[in-house]
């Protein structure tokens, strides 16, 4: 026996002894009382203690002892008077205390390093605060009796301390406060004697997994509540509360809880039924599980209340009269709810509908015949007793033998197989799951092996995945298995259906540079083996290289870089089977690519680009022009990068991990100052924004020089649009889209040879649309909308660049949306020719200058087109930025081609799935008085309006036309999109009048 040296502890020890009446001990081993000292396993250091007093003459604990344990853990003190020196001295080594039939002067302030702390019928003067006890992981506050209880009260007194996670509460309480910040595993609130209901508003301050409110019977009074409760926890329960609504009419609500509270149960409780009997209670949608229980209810529910609301509702106990209600039949396991009716009143017969739901009904009168389904379960005890104690006359109470015989056990069909996902089959009577180890887990199994899993109760089987080795074996059962339903002790022999591939989902990814990698979802796939591969896969008129197959998944390459967006059919052919599935998949252009940069200045600096990158970048490469964009930072959609000063047009070149990316002419510096043309700017006729001319009302043009008239009439039906002001003609047509290769060059080419009206609400906006196949399966679709404007100018904002359109002015928008791209590195043009001609009959008869056509840009891209012919100019202006799934970019804006009558401008577009461009035209009177309107020129009249526009994927054109004359005009616009202005002949007279 070991003797221990104690040192310092031998006289607080001897003292401890003294105190508490503890048997004497020889040779100092405290160790051999181990009721009341716990030693560690060397028997040489006390780790715990455990002392009690007399219940009739408390001993008081003597200070100035308990700090000399240096090493003691858990302390237990019983029927003693403990100071608050107590809670100053214990040593930090000690994590639980447990204080039974003790009386301390007040609650201690500070519980220092104390983690559990258990107290039981504790005497103490004054309140709680949670400063005292927030550090705790475990609190117990337990009375064994109400006259123990003081009117203590919980306070917060706003230091909460450092957050807890898993705290347990199981506290006897007078006032709920506002709890801390902790995270309670699970809080237990007792009604104390003294209990104010005031504080359940307080409820929604606990995180708590697990709510419980209970009356013992220290409070026993009915609990005055208004009604509403709110509670953010997941579990609440009630136990032995007496709920006091204020009216016959009200509720108790927990609709204002959060979608975490899912489980409820109140047990014992009274005031859940009005003076109908209805229970009034109203549930927040998160509620699954529900359970009232021994709570007199005498109605059952609406089906409304539970059924496709809860999964499980329990009212055992209850004193609920009349016949059982219906339950839907569920068509799969999702439908099926679990219903605990058991111990109340019920009477008359089981609904059909019962064997397909978990249900528990018995302990009632029920009297009908049992059905069929429960019959082939009464050998299982276990399952028996969800309707034992009935008056069922095939089935007598407390039968344990002599059953009806079980018959009806069936297949709807064959049993179906497949790999790489489960199966389902119907049928009747099969049983439900059950807890009995003589059948759990599997009550129903066969031979060859089945994985079959109940999914419904009595209607449907769930087969699992058959592999390919199980395949082998019922190839040589000619696919058939015998099924065994251990439960009736009854076998069935089925045939198998074996199921061909079903392809669930497709997903793709960039293979480098060589094509495209290809991720199948989906069952009845065969397994690939290392001899031969049983998986084939094509794409479209594409073989895709099996890079893996298991049942459920497979992963190949198709070696095409230029592979076109288009819905492909996807067939996968099992070898093993000999089967085959087919999957519409539309394929559309994968990462990397960019949609929109916002460039710096001309002296360089930050860059940033959108696009998509991938989910997974690891090594990116970023080349604008000759220099490398270096990358700060950057995720799936965005690059964040500098890069030194430049100028003008770059190309723009993209590595993400090893997949390559190029744009021609994607980028362009931003000039550091932007003047205006004219002198003065604007030639004094409106204000310079970005170096674009915002000309004042009624002039127009590059520099505001030119005048604007008054408005022509428009008229309109479904095949044309007039603007009619003298008979001149003004016309445009948006004549072809193209898309553009890398190289410059045109892959395909869509011409516009009819266009559908489709009239709007309102008389000044009218839409005409184009569909185009290109060879896929889903039309592009281009349109275009027709605005007036009419009575004021209207200002409009379009890449952070401002514009106004004066009264008279056609505004025209297009749009282009799911087109198909031949190429993953291909964009789009939108050509638009336009052309201006005075009528034939007019040319006999009048002299006119011949039109002078020209136009402004920077050498990189176009601002201005204007065309004049005597003192009529025509002006077109264009801003080199689009809108890039909604970001503005540089957009390349060109003349295309020339003639003496007509002029055809492109404007590039990046890649994208909406884009937005919005160039604007206008027919203005030239200022200059030396003109002469006739200069001699025999030759005939062609003036030309370019107008042109290159449109991306989901594009939207917005022009805006106007016609402005001293002499009347008639503007019209054709179903092919094309306006012509023509001058009409008239009499003198007329020509007075106007």
């Known amino acids: 026996?070991?003797?221990?040296?104690?040192?310092?502890?031998?006289?607080?020890?001897?003292?401890?002894?003294?105190?508490?009446?503890?048997?004497?001990?020889?040779?100092?081993?405290?160790?051999?009382?181990?009721?009341?000292?716990?030693?560690?396993?060397?028997?040489?250091?006390i780790?715990?203690?455990?002392?009690?007093?007399?219940?009739?003459?408390?001993?008081?604990?003597?200070?100035?002892?308990?700090?000399?344990?240096?090493?003691?853990?858990?302390?237990?003190?019983?029927?003693?008077?403990?100071?608050?020196?107590f809670f100053k001295e214990y040593p930090n080594t000690l994590s639980t205390l447990t204080l039974e039939s003790c009386g301390i002067p007040n609650f201690p302030p500070s519980l220092k390093t104390l983690k559990n702390l258990y107290m039981y019928d504790l005497l103490f003067s004054g309140n709680i605060t949670t400063t005292s006890i927030n550090f705790l992981s475990i609190f117990k506050l337990k009375y064994s009796s109400s006259d123990l209880i003081s009117d203590y009260q919980f306070i917060n007194d706003g230091n909460s301390g450092a957050t807890k996670t898993q705290v347990i509460y199981e506290i006897t309480m007078n006032n709920i406060h506002k709890f801390s910040k902790n995270s309670f595993a699970e809080v237990t609130?007792?009604?104390?004697?003294?209990?104010?209901?005031?504080?359940?508003?307080?409820?929604?301050?606990?995180?708590?997994?697990?709510?419980?409110?209970?009356?013992?019977?220290?409070?026993?009074?009915?609990?005055?509540?208004?009604?509403l409760f709110t509670f953010n926890g997941a579990q609440l329960n009630f136990k032995n509360i007496h709920f006091n609504l204020p009216n016959d009419k009200d509720n108790l609500d927990f609709t204002n809880s959060t979608k975490l509270f899912t489980q409820m149960e109140i047990n014992n409780c009274t005031g859940l039924i009005n003076s109908t009997g209805d229970l009034r209670v109203l549930l927040s949608s998160g509620i699954k599980f529900l359970g009232i229980i021994k709570s007199n209810l005498i109605k059952l529910p609406p089906l409304s209340f539970y059924y496709g609301k809860l999964n499980v509702f329990g009212l055992k106990g209850n004193r609920i009269t009349g016949s059982l209600p219906d339950i839907p039949e569920p068509n799969d396991k999702q439908q099926t709810i679990t219903l605990d009716f058991s111990e109340n009143l019920f009477t008359g017969s089981i609904p059909q509908n019962y064997c397909y739901h978990y249900v528990n009904i018995s302990n009632n009168f029920l009297d009908g015949q049992l059905p069929m389904c429960f019959i082939c379960i009464l050998n299982d005890y276990y399952l028996r007793s969800i309707v034992d104690n009935n008056d069922f006359p095939n089935f007598s109470r407390g039968s344990i033998s002599n059953f009806p015989q079980c018959t009806g056990i069936s297949f709807s069909s064959k049993l179906p197989i497949t790999s790489g996902g489960n199966s389902i089959v119907n049928g009747t009577n099969f049983g439900w799951n059950s807890l009995n180890p003589k059948y759990s887990p599997y009550s129903i199994t066969s031979n060859p092996n089945l994985d079959l899993l109940l999914s419904i109760p009595n209607k449907q089987i769930s087969i699992g995945v058959v592999s390919y080795e199980e395949f082998e074996i019922f190839k040589k059962t000619n696919f058939t298995s015998n099924v065994f339903f251990s439960i009736p002790n009854i076998t069935i022999k089925v045939e198998l259906d074996v199921l061909k591939p079903v392809i669930k989902e497709v997903r793709s990814y960039p293979y480098f540079n060589s094509g495209y990698g290809f991720m199948i979802l989906g069952t009845g796939f065969s397994y690939q083996s290392e001899s031969s591969s049983q998986t084939i896969v094509t794409f479209g008129n594409y073989k895709c290289s099996l890079v893996s197959s298991s049942g459920n998944f497979i992963e190949c390459i198709v070696y095409e870089k230029q592979l076109a967006e288009r819905v492909y059919t996807i067939t996968v052919n099992n070898n093993q089977t000999f089967l085959s599935g087919d999957y519409q998949f539309k394929f559309q252009r994968t990462y990397p690519y960019i949609t929109a940069i916002n460039p710096p200045t001309t002296n360089g600096g930050v860059v940033v680009v959108f696009g998509s990158y991938g989910p997974n970048h690891t090594v990116v490469d970023l080349l604008i022009g000759q220099?490398?964009?270096?990358?700060?930072?950057?995720?799936?959609?965005?690059?964040?990068?500098?890069?030194?000063?430049?100028?003008?047009?770059?190309?723009?070149?993209?590595?993400?991990?090893?997949?390559?990316?190029?744009?021609?002419?994607?980028?362009?510096?931003?000039?550091?100052?932007?003047?205006?043309?004219?002198?003065?700017?604007?030639?004094?006729?409106?204000?310079?924004?970005?170096?674009?001319?915002?000309?004042?009302?009624?002039?127009?043009?590059?520099?505001?020089?030119?005048?604007?008239?008054?408005?022509?009439?428009?008229?309109?039906?479904?095949?044309?649009?007039?603007?009619?002001?003298?008979?001149?003609?003004?016309?445009?047509?948006?004549?072809?889209?193209?898309?553009?290769?890398?190289?410059?060059?045109?892959?395909?080419?869509?011409?516009?040879?009819?266009?559908?009206?489709?009239?709007?609400?309102?008389?000044?906006?009218?839409?005409?649309?184009?569909?185009?196949?290109?060879?896929?399966?889903?039309?592009?679709?281009?349109?275009?909308?027709?605005?007036?404007?009419?009575?004021?100018?209207?200002?409009?904002?379009?890449?952070?660049?401002?514009?106004?359109?004066?009264?008279?002015?056609?505004?025209?928008?297009?749009?282009?949306?799911?087109?198909?791209?031949?190429?993953?590195?291909?964009?789009?043009?939108?050509?638009?020719?336009?052309?201006?001609?005075?009528?034939?009959?007019?040319?006999?008869?009048?002299?006119?200058?011949?039109?002078?056509?020209?136009?402004?840009?920077?050498?990189?891209?176009?601002?201005?087109?204007?065309?004049?012919?005597?003192k009529n100019v025509f002006s077109g202006r264009f801003i080199d930025k689009v809108l890039s799934d909604g970001r503005p970019t540089f957009s390349k804006v060109s003349i295309s081609e020339q003639t003496e009558d007509s002029i055809t401008v492109s404007i590039s577009l990046p890649y994208c799935k909406e884009c937005l461009i919005d160039p604007d035209f206008s027919v203005l009177l030239s200022q200059d008085d030396s003109i002469n309107s006739c200069g001699g020129s025999s030759s005939r009249l062609k003036w030309v309006i370019p107008t042109s526009i290159i449109l991306g994927l989901l594009g939207i054109i917005g022009i805006a036309i106007g016609a402005y004359f001293l002499l009347r005009n008639r503007l019209y616009v054709s179903r092919s999109g094309v306006i012509v202005l023509k001058k009409s002949t008239k009499s003198s007279s007329d020509s007075s009048r106007a």
Not at 73 to 78: D, G, R, T, V
Not at 205 to 225: C, E, Q, R, W, Y
Not at 737 to 752: A, L, P, S, W
Request: glycine share 10%.
């Open 1 to 45: 026996m070991s003797i221990i040296k104690f040192n310092n502890n031998k006289i607080s020890i001897d003292t401890l002894i003294g105190v508490y009446n503890l048997p004497p001990i020889e040779n100092n081993n405290y160790c051999g009382l181990p009721d009341n000292f716990k030693c560690d396993i060397n028997q040489t250091t």
């Open 47 to 85: 780790l715990s203690i455990n002392l009690s007093g007399s219940e009739t003459n408390k001993p008081v604990f003597p200070d100035q002892i308990i700090g000399t344990f240096k090493n003691v853990s858990e302390i237990k003190i019983s029927n003693s008077n403990v100071s608050l020196d």
């Open 189 to 227: 609130i007792i009604l104390g004697k003294y209990f104010n209901p005031d504080g359940l508003v307080n409820l929604q301050t606990i995180n708590s997994a697990k709510l419980t409110m209970i009356d013992i019977g220290h409070f026993n009074m009915p609990m005055n509540v208004d009604g």
């Open 627 to 870: 220099q490398q964009c270096n990358i700060e930072t950057m995720n799936s959609s965005v690059i964040i990068c500098s890069i030194g000063g430049g100028s003008g047009v770059q190309n723009i070149s993209l590595t993400v991990d090893g997949v390559n990316w190029f744009g021609l002419e994607y980028f362009r510096y931003k000039d550091q100052e932007l003047t205006c043309p004219g002198t003065p700017p604007c030639s004094g006729n409106g204000d310079c924004l970005n170096g674009y001319c915002v000309c004042d009302g009624g002039f127009g043009g590059e520099i505001c020089k030119q005048l604007f008239t008054d408005d022509p009439v428009v008229r309109r039906n479904d095949t044309l649009t007039q603007m009619i002001k003298n008979g001149y003609s003004f016309g445009f047509s948006i004549t072809d889209i193209r898309e553009i290769d890398f190289n410059g060059k045109t892959v395909r080419q869509h011409n516009f040879t009819s266009w559908s009206l489709t009239p709007d609400s309102t008389i000044l906006k009218w839409t005409y649309v184009n569909y185009y196949s290109g060879g896929g399966e889903q039309n592009s679709i281009i349109s275009y909308t027709i605005e007036q404007i009419t009575g004021t100018a209207k200002t409009f904002t379009f890449a952070g660049e401002q514009f106004t359109l004066q009264p008279g002015s056609l505004k025209l928008s297009a749009n282009i949306s799911n087109w198909e791209y031949l190429g993953p590195l291909n964009t789009l043009q939108l050509q638009i020719q336009s052309s201006v001609k005075v009528d034939a009959a007019q040319d006999e008869n009048e002299c006119h200058q011949k039109s002078n056509i020209n136009s402004n840009g920077d050498g990189v891209s176009l601002n201005y087109i204007t065309i004049q012919k005597d």
